[in-house]
């Protein structure tokens, strides 16, 4: 059976729908032929795509700064560790995609991605690591069902859109309080903890320790006066970015797409005594005590993903832990913050600097109209996903963990060069 220009030709016998070129590929797997063909050869160690009209090329010259908030930027070296793993992990005849949760070859992933992530966080033994779906919004409603009475108290700091959501979604399932909200300075600033007016019975203090929308960072967090009440952190688009006390929260949660990997896992962090009180009409699929007393492996958790991100946690350790990781996080940010400040007006940031994120920064241009411009011409400078949220417009680059201080440093030259010929 010929290939056609628009099919795999797998062996000589099977037939599946093209691919078109634009995935990054390893250089040692490709070559040429005629146009738009793949040819897919099986070996004993190795496999040869060729592709013909492939208008992408191979290595870190030719990818993207990608400032995109969610899902973000990989680190590299992770992306080629995952693609040399793709197609068959250590051996196992098999990749990560095609596994059984239950076998001992994904056993032996998960388990090890839970081991560096207690690592590097410094996780207590008496708090739990969850690896779910459904995003940090599901853990808007599981919260409150795992942890409350439909009668309870609890309260809410909201410093952005993110915890806004979180606050209107706990109104279905208890009574929630915003005790601070910064909406009416457009989500600029975080509260001053002593004039907090907590509700002396509040089973739980909720933030998100950075707002990726608005750029709004908590430094330090604040303490639950209730002393049965416990805080609880969204942190997804900070998570690893910095070290942590995790003894402080009763549960963090995060998305990983932000800084540990692809879309499609959540992880939580919860201390064991609050696992198994969720109300009787709590769905399985949000009762913690379930995924907890099953390891993660409850039903089919995202294997790929939960992979990904062993591989970033990995990684992290690799660079020496996280207050190593924030060092260069906070190198970044300087220089990129700097920038906008010494730009005379003509960049502006309107976060308050003492809560500035390190993670997400959103900033306007004193010439609105120019804002198209800059966007479009930075894409074509291969500096993409600098356009800020729909909600409040102007930039924003997002400079997690994965972004290089060369694209830093490259999108400051630009900014620079830009008002040079735009002031």
Known sequence: MAASTNSFLIGNQTQIPSLKPKSIISQSFIHFTKPNTINLTTRTKSVSIRCASASTTVGSEQRVFNFAAGPAALPENVLLKAQSDLYNWRGSGMSVMEMSHRGKEFLSIIQKAESDLRQLLEIPSEYSVLFLQGGATTQFA???????????????????????KAFKEAKKYCNPKVIWSGKSEKYTKVASFDGLEQSSHAKYLHICANETIHGVEFKDYPVVKNPDGILIADMSSNFCSKPVDVSKFGVIYAGAQKNVGPSGVTIVIIRK????????????????????????????????????????????????????????????????????????????????????????????????????????????????????????????????NAMPLAGVEKLVAFMKDFQARHA
């Open 142 to 164: 599981a919260l409150p069902l795992n942890l409350c009475k439909s009668d309870d108290s609890v309260d809410y700091i909201v410093t952005g859109s993110w915890g806004d």
């Open 273 to 400: 005594d609050l696992i198994g009180n969720a109300r009787d009409i709590t769905p399985v699929m949000l009762d913690y005590k379930i995924h907890d007393e099953n390891s993660s492996l409850y039903n089919t958790p995202p294997c790929f993903g939960i992979y990904m991100c062993g591989l970033v946690f990995d990684d992290l350790l690799e660079q020496g832990g996280l207050k190593e990781v924030e060092k260069k996080n906070q190198r970044k940010a300087e220089l990129l913050y700097n920038a906008i400040d010494e730009s005379k007006g003509f960049f502006r940031c309107p976060v308050e600097k003492s809560v500035r994120s390190l993670m997400n920064v959103p900033f306007t241009l004193e010439k609105s109209e120019l804002e198209a411009e800059f966007i479009k011409e930075a894409a074509k400078e291969k500096m993409v996903q600098l356009k800020g949220h729909r909600s409040v417009g102007g930039m924003r680059a997002s400079i997690y």
